[in-house]
């Protein structure tokens, strides 16, 4: 294989004590000069790295120095692998992951690249994908969708290395790729929590392009692995260590035998010893406790840096290959049905697995991949409800439904805070208004009677002056107020469509929805349970002061006509109030009722769009089917022709040779009766020799 020579980078991180290591009054055994790493206590040892890294450098910076720039080159069509390697415990999920304030390298690498796709989109087109599985001594997890279908490693004679019955999941943005990465690392926490020691993740991102500026938009394609390894020290790693150290070691034969060893290690065919970018990240405590381990990760570091692997880029061959993978099957084809012999075992299997690459090779257009994506989206959410994933779902939609309700709460509040200020200081102005009307007409007046001094006229008209001024303020008080108030009205209302949008993203599960919408009405109804509960209590306050009043009236001695009057009067409050009630639950019955109508039609709707799915669903497993079909015919109807074709040569054959049988036979009878002729002259020649005396001739002839 061509292509560019270069060497593993192996990479150290070591991060700070844990809180055991700190109970066991572990000390420091790891010292960093440089890219050395100098392990200490009993001998001293020092190890060569590619650049070494204590907890204080964050993993951006590790990122950065070590990864940034062969990201940039996954865009030109270059493979990458950056797997973080090293003993249980040891960091290996925070340099890979890493948290919120310290992204890790996989969420980097998303970042870099869609920046750099973005860079070079104007002639370029772009198609992402991503593929997360996890695999343990017990197979393989889609993580991204734990279906539990068959899976195995495959090497694909486009696609290279792929794990076959992963799901794909197109990716429009970082923003997907981190969603997706972070969902597949919540559900390997969540499937198998008790393993997380024993079990490998790899994060497959693929990375097409179509060059626009050339007619037949000539492509190339790239992959970046992320490997999150298991533990150096258990035995899911066995396979990896041996696989590193044959290599260090250039084994070339061990290495071959080795790759086969595990899915693991077919995995890592590309990124140890073939062609892909490699950055090792080998993880390390500092504490004295664990010094054993950290010397053996440290050696294997020395021994990774010796693997060469060739680099190329990766054109897109598609064409080709179909074209190339169709004359070996017809080749295949034709050996297995012209044998005379029973078709040879291995052939046959070759050839089955040829048609499975040719099935995959021609189902690679971005257009097909995008409508699978889409189509796993439903199944996806399915599986992920079957695994008791839903609530998680559930949890996070709650979480985020109560963050988003207390925020709205929040608002109404200040909303109704500010609607009160506004009706004081509507109140206040209208009083100021009147105010000054009066002031302006007594001055009118008494200017028109020509009453007023000079003194009192400035007295006034100072005071109307006053007053016009505070007014002037007030009003435009009051108008920042209603400016405010709308500023909250628009958050309110940003803040309910953007629930609504979370809602309905959410709900694209049927499942999920329903359960979300039960939820959400079950807790509309208590509220509103709540409410009228409260309404009545208030009223009921109301009303008790209310007839408290009319009594005290009635005992100062107001008058009523009869006691009748008074009786009347509290039946009419009392009746005012169980209006307001029977008002109060008339609105939340309709609006119980709007929302039952609305959660029927969204039924409806869904109903619909998941007939029109499954029409899909099945109208693409007939297709699949004809498919199958078809080609399964078109083989039958090639043997079926050799075999006539067969059939008529042998006819052909087994008749001439008949005629030349036949030929041969009257030949034979011809000699046979020409021979019966010259017997019966022989018989009679001696016949009529008996008769007569020997002749000198005769008898010389019988003495010789
Ligand atoms: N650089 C670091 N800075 C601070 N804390 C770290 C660092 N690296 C690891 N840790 C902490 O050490 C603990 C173990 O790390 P982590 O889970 O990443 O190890 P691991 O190698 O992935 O373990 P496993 O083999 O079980 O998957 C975690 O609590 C993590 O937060």
């Known amino acids: 294989m061509s292509g560019e020579k270069c060497s ?20 420091r055994a790891v010292k960093v000069s440089g890219d050395k790493v100098i392990l200490q206590g009993g001998k001293e040892q020092t190890f060569s790295t590619d650049g070494s890294y204590f907890w204080d450098v964050a993993n951006g910076q590790v990122y950065k120095e070590k ?40 969420p980097q690498v998303f970042q870099t690249l869609f920046r750099q796709i973005e860079a070079a989109s104007d002639n370029r087109d772009f198609f992402v994908s991503i593929t997360y599985v996890q695999i343990s001594e ?53 499937i198998q929590p008790d393993q997380k020691a024993g079990v490998h993740r790899v994060a497959m991102v693929r990375v097409e392009q179509k060059d626009l500026s050339t007619l037949d938009g000539q492509g190339v394609r790239s992959q970046v692995n992320l490997v999150d390894l298991a533990g150096a020290e258990t035995s899911a790693c066995k396979g990896v260590n041996a696989l590193l150290t044959a290599l260090g070691e250039s084994k070339k034969k061990d290495s071959n035998v080795l790759y086969r060893d595990s899915h693991i290690t077919r995995l890592l065919q590309d990124a140890l010893g073939g062609n892909s970018y490699t950055v090792m990240v080998a993880t390390i405590s500092a504490a004295d406790v664990c010094a054993s381990q950290t010397q053996s990760t440290l050696q294997l570091v020395q021994t990774a840096r010796k693997i060469t692997n060739q680099v190329k880029q990766n054109p ?54 995008e409508r699978l994506s889409d189509s796993n989206e439903e199944e996806r959410k399915h599986n992920l409800a079957n695994k008791g994933i839903l609530e998680w779902v559930m949890d996070a939609v709650r979480r985020g439904n109560k963050d988003t309700r207390e925020r709205i709460l929040q608002i109404q509040k200040d909303k109704d805070k500010l609607q009160l200020e506004y009706k004081e200081k509507r109140q206040q102005l209208d009083r100021m208004k009147d105010d000054l009307q009066a002031k302006i007409a007594d001055y009118t007046k008494m200017t028109e009677m020509g009453k007023a001094k000079e003194d009192e006229t400035k007295a ?7 007053l016009k001024e505070h007014l002037k303020r007030e009003t435009e008080a009051i108008k920042d107020i209603k400016k405010r108030l709308k500023d909250l009205q628009e958050k309110q209302r940003a803040e309910k469509e953007e629930a609504r949008a979370t809602s309905s993203a959410l709900k694209g599960n049927s499942e999920l929805r329903y359960r979300i919408e039960a939820e959400e009405r079950q807790k509309f109804e208590a509220e509103n349970r709540a409410m009228i509960k409260e309404e009545l209590d ?17 005992a100062q001695g107001v008058q009523y006509t009869t006691k009748d009057a008074v009786q009347l009067e509290m039946q009419l409050a009392e009746m005012k109030a169980e209006k ?80 030349e049988l036949e030929q041969e036979n009257q030949a034979l009878k011809q000699e046979l009766a020409e021979m019966k002729d010259e017997m019966t002259i022989l018989k009679g020649a001696g016949a009529g020799r008996r008769s007569r005396p020997p002749t000198a001739s005769s008898t010389r002839s019988a003495a010789s």
């Open 8 to 27: 593993v980078q192996a990479v150290v991180r070591c991060r700070p004590f844990t809180e055991s290591e700190k109970g066991k009054n572990a000390s």
């Open 67 to 106: 990864c940034e720039s062969l990201v940039k080159k996954v865009v030109d069509g270059f493979n990458l692998t950056i797997m973080a390697y090293g003993q249980t415990g040891s960091g290996k999920s925070y340099i890979m992951h890493g948290t919120e304030e310290d992204p890790g390298i996989g």
């Open 138 to 190: 017990n197979g393989f997890i889609d993580l991204l969708n734990p279906h539990g279908n068959e899976m195995k490693v495959r090497q694909h004679p486009q696609l290279g290395i792929i794990v076959e019955g992963a799901s794909e999941i197109v990716a429009h943005n970082d923003e997907d790729l981190n969603r997706l990465y972070d969902q597949g690392n919540r559900v390997s926490a969540i």
């Open 316 to 369: 897109d061959e598609t064409s080709t290959v179909i074209s190339e993978l169709r004359k070996e099957i017809t080749r295949l084809r034709t050996k297995i049905s012209s044998s005379s012999s029973p078709a040879d075992r291995d052939d046959v299997i070759k050839m089955e697995e040829l048609v499975k690459d040719l099935q995959l090779a021609k189902k690679q257009s971005w257009e097909e991949r």
């Open 460 to 466: 006034r008209v100072g005071a109307i002056h006053d």
């Open 538 to 554: 208030r009223m009921k306050m109301e009303l008790e002061q209310e007839k408290a009043e009319i009594q005290l009236k009635e």
């Open 580 to 659: 307001s009630v029977i008002t109060l639950q008339l609105q939340s019955l309709e609006q119980e009722k709007n929302m039952l109508e609305k959660t029927m039609e969204n039924t409806q709707k869904a109903h619909k769009e998941e007939m029109e799915i499954q029409q899909l669903q099945h109208f693409q497993t007939f297709r699949n089917f004809r498919e199958v079909f078809e080609e399964q015919k078109a083989a039958l109807e090639g043997r079926y022709r050799k075999l006539l074709e067969d059939a008529i040569q042998d006819a052909v054959f087994l008749s001439d040779r008949n005629s």
